[in-house]
């Protein structure tokens, strides 16, 4: 059986979708979770989280956080949560040095484009 997860981080909701299984890892070890598992509050620290569906398995590199297990719902809220082969936003936080240059840089990505000919200082 399925249930639903959340991973959120304070730039953007990361995932959410029925899952089959999910591990992260705690300061005691890697816990994973499936469907029906007991209601708990636990902090999660930086580290591979393994999300399994029914049709895929998904990895990503996570930060310090916590999870939330509640009935058929898990959220986890983290520092930072990036799936194998997205930049990390930390990383393009320190490129950009600025708040102009970090705003112009997520503009451009989102308008699917690099905005490197112009420099607006």
Known sequence: MNFHVNITTPERNVYSG??????????????????GALPRVCIITEGDIEIK??????????????MIAEGDRVTVLAEFCVFDGEPREE???????????LAKAKIASALGRSDKS????
């Open 18 to 35: 029925d899952i089959e299984h999910l591990r992260v890892n705690t300061p005691d070890g890697k816990i994973g979770l499936l469907y």
């Open 53 to 66: 569906t029914t049709v895929l398995q998904l990895h990503a590199e996570c930060g310090d956080g916590i």
């Open 91 to 101: 990383q393009t936080i320190e490129r950009a040095g600025d708040p102009y240059k």
């Open 118 to 121: 112009r420099d607006d200082n």
